[in-house]
């Protein structure tokens, strides 16, 4: 007759560029904003006899400013620049001392 058929077996890939807008998952904005919060970065996760290992690890990512450290189980440095900062937060999930593996997220402040 004047049309055709498509078969109903036929499957189709979905990426995630085919969702919808709204249902797309948002990626923070993790630099934007004043400069000097893009600075800061928060370790956390390891074990209180880890804690000098963790410093000297983000210690060499790059200069850091300042650092806080906490009586928990966290230590927050201020990169002196983004760069130093991207470079530290990339280590998000990074095994630390060949047993100790922390969390890296963007702060925006030096203590808590």
């Known amino acids: 007759m004047g049309y055709s058929q498509t078969p109903m077996n036929k499957s189709k ?12 998952p948002q990626q923070p904005a993790l630099f934007s904003g004043p400069a000097q ?3 800061i970065v928060r370790v956390f996760g390891f074990l209180p006899d880890h804690k000098s290992a ?3 690890y ?8 300042e650092r806080f450290q906490s009586t928990s189980n966290w ?3 201020r990169y002196t620049s983004d760069s130093d900062a991207k470079k530290a937060l990339a280590c998000h999930g990074e095994l630390i001392d060949d047993n100790c593996r922390v969390g890296v997220i963007l702060a925006k402040t030096m203590a808590g």
């Open 54 to 56: 963790v410093v000297r």
């Open 13 to 24: 890939t979905i990426s995630a560029t085919d969702r919808p807008e709204s249902t797309a």
């Open 37 to 39: 919060t893009n600075t």
């Open 75 to 77: 230590i927050t440095f």
């Open 58 to 65: 983000f210690s060499q990512i790059g200069r850091v400013q």
